[in-house]
């Protein structure tokens, strides 16, 4: 069902979970959709709090973060994204953000999709990462169906009909109602996601937890 879901939405969200349990039930419902995976050997599992020293627009930062996809960068971003929420900011920022790019693709000029899917864009790490930048189309092709590569802020200089899309992306925004004790997956090769800017900055209490996750390869006999 979560799967289903999933696949048909772009994302899927579960409620009412125990928060004393959060890393086994980020995992285990990863585990339905994906198998769950790491990167850079970072854990698992990673608590997502605001901490000093990082970019603004980064897990640990504070700015708001605008859409992206995550791990742009990489040459095989993570399918799947899990997201936990511990604990919302009591300020009222901190918003988790999604929107769909199969309906804003939908949306554009046969001119703009040939562009994004045929120029190669140097996509470059954040500040907090030492990785060579990787250079794709924004746009490619999955079981014919498109996937999107996107991180417009760390761009350099993208030409307009990349700018044209990140201003569709931004008039095509889901709020997501996460609470504390909900969580929601989504595909990061469809959905872009971000947040609203966290109101009490480094001492905000908002709290979410992060899994990745990839296509799960069917057993054979």
Request: net charge negative; aromatic share 10%.
């Amino acid at each position: 069902m979560l799967l289903q879901e999933l696949e048909q939405y772009g994302y899927v969200m579960v409620k009412d979970l125990d928060i004393k349990d959060a890393d086994n039930v980020l995992h285990e419902h990863m585990a339905i959709v994906g198998k769950p995976v790491t990167y850079m050997d970072l854990p698992i599992i990673m608590d997502l709090k605001p901490q000093p020293n990082f970019q603004g627009m980064s897990f640990a930062g504070t700015d708001k973060f605008h859409m992206h996809t995550d791990l742009s960068w990489y040459e095989n971003p993570p399918v799947y994204i899990g997201m936990f929420c511990v604990s919302m900011e009591s300020a009222g920022g901190g918003k988790p953000l999604l929107a769909d790019s199969w309906k804003i693709i939908n949306e554009m000029s046969d001119d703009d999709i040939a562009f994004l899917e045929n120029e190669l864009i140097a996509f470059a790490s954040p500040d907090h990462i030492e990785h060579e930048p990787y250079r794709a189309p924004i746009l490619s092709k999955r079981d014919g169906q498109y996937v999107l590569r996107f991180r417009y802020d760390l761009l350099d200089e993208p030409p307009a009909p990349v700018t044209q899309l990140f201003e569709a992306i931004n008039d095509n925004i889901i709020y997501v109602p996460a609470e504390a004790g909900s969580l929601f997956i989504f595909d990061n090769l469809r959905m872009l996601h971000g947040r609203t800017a966290l109101k009490a900055d480094l001492q905000s209490d908002r709290h979410f937890k992060r899994i990745y996750g990839e296509v799960k390869i069917p057993e054979t006999a």
